[in-house]
């Protein structure tokens, strides 16, 4: 089955900086979706994106399905960013489920 | 819109107990999914649904029964709890096929 990996593992930011998360997947996918799960366990929707990009505030998200990867820019990092980052994808005419990555963990200090 | 709710939001059971887990969605969403997340992990799949009165099985289907009697819920049950199905469990819901997944709130259930 496809593979999701996600880079890196963990990160560690003082508040301000500014990182990019990574998602590569190993097979044609037809759906791409960025959460973030917060200290509380919620699950929230970043951004839906199999292609192109997309910017929602301090967040933005870049997919080049060609190349099989995904990024997630972070600017100006703030405490409540902290959390872990999900990437999941829908494999192209293989199903309906998202496959999900291990994430990224962002700690945010200030 | 209300979006995707799940009932309980805790549970402690005792082995061999059974219980079942409710997920409303309001978005009128052919397709309904049913995760667990364990510690230190992505979701996986348990089961799923394209319509109403048809299931599948995902990735981790063993323990699990499902049913989608109407359109807008989808019921996980556990027939006889294991300490291994202590877990958080996550339904979710789309349009159809490719569209952005809408998630739940989860549940968090024990099993001692």
């Known amino acids: 089955g496809i593979q999701v990996e996600q880079s890196p593992p963990d990160l560690i930011l003082q508040e301000g900086a500014n990182s990019t998360l990574r998602c590569n997947f190993s097979d044609s996918v037809n759906n791409l979706q960025w959460f973030h799960q917060n200290p509380w366990g919620q699950l929230i929707n970043l951004f839906y994106i199999p292609s192109g990009t997309k910017q929602n505030g301090r967040l933005s998200a870049t997919t080049v399905a060609t190349e099989r990867y995904s990024l997630l820019y972070i600017s100006s990092s703030q405490t409540t960013d902290s959390g872990v980052y999900f990437c999941?994808?829908?494999?192209?005419?293989?199903?309906?489920?998202?496959?999900f990555g291990k994430g990224t963990t962002l700690s945010v200090s200030s | 819109n209300a979006g995707v709710t799940q009932t309980p939001k805790f549970r402690v059971l005792k082995t061999g107990q059974s219980m079942t887990l409710l997920c409303a969605q309001d978005m009128n969403h052919e397709y309904m999914y049913w995760y667990r997340q364990d510690p230190g992990m992505g979701l996986r799949l348990i089961h799923y649904?394209?319509?109403?009165?048809?299931?599948a099985k995902g990735e981790v289907p063993d323990g699990y029964n499902v049913s989608r009697l109407k359109k807008q819920n989808f019921l996980l049950g556990l027939e006889s709890a294991a300490p291994s199905q202590t877990s958080v469990y996550f339904c979710a819901s789309n349009p159809s096929d490719a569209y952005e997944q809408y998630f739940g709130p989860g549940t968090r259930l024990t099993v001692t």
């Open positions: 649904s394209v319509g109403e009165g048809t299931t």
């Open positions: 999941a994808v829908t494999p192209y005419q293989a199903g309906t489920a998202l496959i």
